[in-house]
């Protein structure tokens, strides 16, 4: 999956969910003849017309394009089987809007998406019931809403801001996270139960863009399954032009392999044990940096063998790499300091083209994708909240939907930024959430002659909107505590860091 880099002239256009086209008829109707829900209902179950674009209003154009939402159903080979009230088209779109407006009921949310036109007299009291999208969703065949997912994350252009590209790469990172389901027996028996726990639990593992946190890629399934499983399979949506990043817990020599091999560059972090990483020093490089060669251990592959059950594996061929080890100290206002040692293992081998304190500074914007989570998982989706499918065709149907609406939200404050000539760092992404929020529960027609806003002038309204608010400060470092146990005892507070590159000691071979 390639990215490309936007031009200097920062003029950047999302081209994802966020695109923004005249609002295509479900039923391939001409212009000006889609049907009312008035002329929905009356052609009777046996009609010919069904919920099109224009009775859901702004929506479509905010959350994702109906082409594109007809492309993922045929991927995923939905195909209606007779007209109903709630198509395919338009139940992928309610289920969206279930993700965004996610504290309010089935049927407030249809009532918003499914807005009537102005003094039109239907013969049915309202928009669809909230039995009816629950039959609608169950009936969607294959995976509708992960193939939208992946074609609309796929589409996002990244322009140059802070954070973003480094040594003229996109920098992305690797990270995981659960997910609380449901706790209904279907889901309990196939998402596994944490010991300890109340709930079933999806793990994600993400590809986030840092510099605009937007989701390239994901992978979501069972907490059972270890978020190295779920990396394995996200391997092919690195390329040339990338440097990733990625915490210790993913690092093995095979998989280290595999993901140089797609062309992209790595700065990964790696244990600091003598025995975790399978290298000897080749070389001490002028700025503290040092040419290692990784050569896979015996035990990695007895383990490796194991895993792929095949016992005539060959040993990977020895790699040359760089680490990079330094210190990090975090300083609070009241003089009390913390210090941790980082290991780096890099693909970037020239160290007068890449320095090592370059290299440590940039593992920093690891933190991107840790930040995409709060926003997806407290902003989003709400803190303590569990997701509503009580199966996991629903569950899985409301994970995918939550990140498409989360990537079209991350579309909106980068155009605001751009617009600006801002980092996307300092739109608040809770200011956009509820400015959308706003935005479509206000989306109806003028009560005297039923104008309604095109979806252009919705967009540009809302990006408009965004654009007023207070831009977010983002000079300031805080630290806040990470676990339960923390939390009980602190709290967030502003910190100094300061970062020492140090020499390795690990052994080394002439």
Not at 377 to 386: C, E, I, M, Q, W
Not at 449 to 475: M, N, W, Y
């Amino acid at each position: 999956m390639g990215v490309e880099s936007n031009s200097p002239n920062r003029s950047f256009v999302v081209q994802s969910a966020m695109s923004v086209s005249p609002s295509a008829s479900v039923a391939n109707e001409p212009a000006g003849e889609q049907p009312s829900l008035r002329e929905v209902v009356l052609a009777g179950p046996g009609g010919v017309r069904d919920v099109g674009s224009e009775a859901a209003g702004g929506v479509w154009a905010v959350l994702a394009d109906p082409a594109q939402i007809t492309a993922g159903l045929a991927a995923a080979g939905h195909v209606d089987a007779r007209r109903r009230m709630l198509p395919g088209v338009a139940t992928v779109l309610a289920v969206l809007a279930l993700c965004l407006f996610r504290r309010e009921s089935y049927t407030l949310v249809l009532g918003r998406v499914f807005t009537a036109r102005p003094r039109a007299v239907l013969a049915y009291p309202g928009p669809p019931s909230a039995a009816a999208l629950s039959q609608a969703r169950t009936r969607l065949a294959g995976q509708p809403l992960r193939e939208l997912f992946v074609r609309t994350a796929a589409g996002g252009q990244h322009p140059v801001t802070a954070g973003s590209h480094l040594f003229g790469f996109v920098v992305t990172a690797f990270d995981g996270t659960v997910l609380d389901l449901a706790a209904t027996d279907d889901n309990i028996a196939e998402f596994a139960v944490p010991t300890g726990g109340r709930y079933p639990q999806a793990r994600l593992v993400t590809l986030v863009v840092c510099g605009t946190r937007w989701v390239l890629a994901a992978q979501a399934d069972s907490a059972a399954v270890s978020e190295q499983v779920l990396l394995d399979r996200l391997i092919a949506s690195l390329g040339s032009g990338i440097l990733n990043l990625a915490d210790r817990n993913f690092f093995s020599m095979a998989r280290w392999v595999r993901c140089a091999a797609t062309g992209a560059h790595l700065i990964w972090r790696v244990k600091n044990g003598a025995r975790s990483l399978p290298v000897r020093i080749v070389a001490v490089l002028s700025d503290g940096s040092v040419l290692v060669r990784l050569r896979e251990s015996n035990a990695m592959l007895a383990a490796r063998r194991a895993k792929a059950g095949d016992r005539s594996l060959a040993r990977l061929a020895d790699t040359l790499a760089r680490l990079v080890e330094f210190t990090v100290t975090v300083t609070d206002t009241q003089g009390r300091a913390r210090t941790s040692r980082f290991r780096v293992l890099t693909t970037l081998l020239d160290h007068e083209a890449y320095p090592a304190r370059q290299i440590a500074d940039a593992y920093t914007e690891r933190w991107q994708a840790e930040t995409t989570y709060l926003r997806l998982k407290v902003s989003l989706r709400g803190a303590g909240t569990r997701l509503r499918g009580q199966s996991p065709k629903l569950a899985r149907q409301e994970i995918w939907g939550l990140l498409i609406v989360y990537n079209a939200l991350v579309a909106l404050a980068v155009r605001a930024a751009v617009n600006l000539g801002v980092d996307p760092d300092q739109v608040s992404f809770t200011a956009v959430l509820a400015l959308t929020h706003r935005s479509l529960a206000a989306e109806t027609g003028c009560p005297r002659c039923g104008h309604r806003q095109t979806p252009d002038e919705l967009v540009e309204g809302l990006l408009a909107d965004i654009s007023a608010q207070p831009l977010v400060r983002t000079g300031r470092c805080r630290a806040s505590p990470r676990t339960q146990a923390q939390r009980r005892t602190e709290r967030s507070r502003t910190v100094s860091y300061t970062i020492e590159i140090v020499p390795s000691n690990l052994p080394r071979v002439e």
